[in-house]
Antibody, heavy 116, light 110 residues
């Protein structure tokens, strides 16, 4: 059974940093592209970033480019999202998702709140 | 990377059919056959229900169907059931390994 478990969310001040993790199990992690998607409180889904299966290529939404960095450790089957320069509008539940014919599996999300 | 446009809400009675639209541009919906749809119940993670415009993952009822015409994709739910009440989001590949979601539609079963 595919499992994706996000962690690392919490309260952070504007301008601060946070690193999210997504522990994967139940599938061959190193064979799949992975994504981060976020959802602000009461708002819709927003695609954030994707990373190639071997970690050599990544893309970002314009809203986070230059501030967020996606990475992965295939030996540990873990996906990361380093978030710097956080803003109030980054407040959201952050989901990691496995790509297989679209976003086939999702974690339960971790809440990031940016406030002073 | 502008969000795809979806109607805010759609409603129907049990047994009826409803169709949700998802309008983008020739750079996303119209340019690729990589439109997917996700169902999200309150407090839950999204669930993939349609991929590649009109393909259903195993386990998804055939009441759910997808299509596309030009820059607009559609999701039809036939034989609406109470458990179909949820938020629905479309998503399209937008080139250069970028994706974009729709604004979301709340489906209410009357």
């Amino acid at each position: 059974e595919v499992q994706l478990v996000e962690s690392g969310g919490g309260l952070v001040q504007p301008g601060g940093s946070l690193r999210l993790s997504c522990a994967a199990s139940g599938f061959a992690f190193s064979n799949h592209w992975m994504h981060w998607v976020r959802q602000g409180p009461g708002k819709g889904l927003v695609w954030v970033s994707r990373i190639k299966d071997d970690g050599t290529y990544a893309t970002y939404a314009d809203s986070v480019k230059g501030r967020f960095t996606i990475s992965r450790d295939n030996a540990e089957s873990t996906l990361y999202l380093q978030m710097n320069g956080l803003r109030a509008e980054d407040t959201a539940v952050y989901y990691c998702a496995r790509e297989e014919i679209s976003l086939a599996d999702w974690g339960q999300g971790t809440l990031v709140t940016v406030a002073s | 990377q502008s969000a795809l446009t979806q109607p805010r809400s759609v409603s129907g009675s049990p047994g009826q059919s409803v169709t949700l639209s998802c309008t983008g541009t020739s750079s996303d919906v119209g340019g690729y056959n990589y439109v997917s749809w996700y169902q999200q119940h309150p407090g839950k993670a999204p669930k993939l229900i349609i991929y590649n415009v009109n393909q259903r993952p195993s386990g998804v009822p055939d009441r759910f169907s997808g299509s596309k015409s030009g820059n607009t994709a559609s999701l039809t739910i036939s034989g609406l059931q109470a458990e179909d009440e949820a938020d629905y989001y479309c998503c399209s590949y937008a080139g250069n390994y970028l994706d974009v979601f729709g604004t979301g539609t709340k489906v209410t079963v009357l």
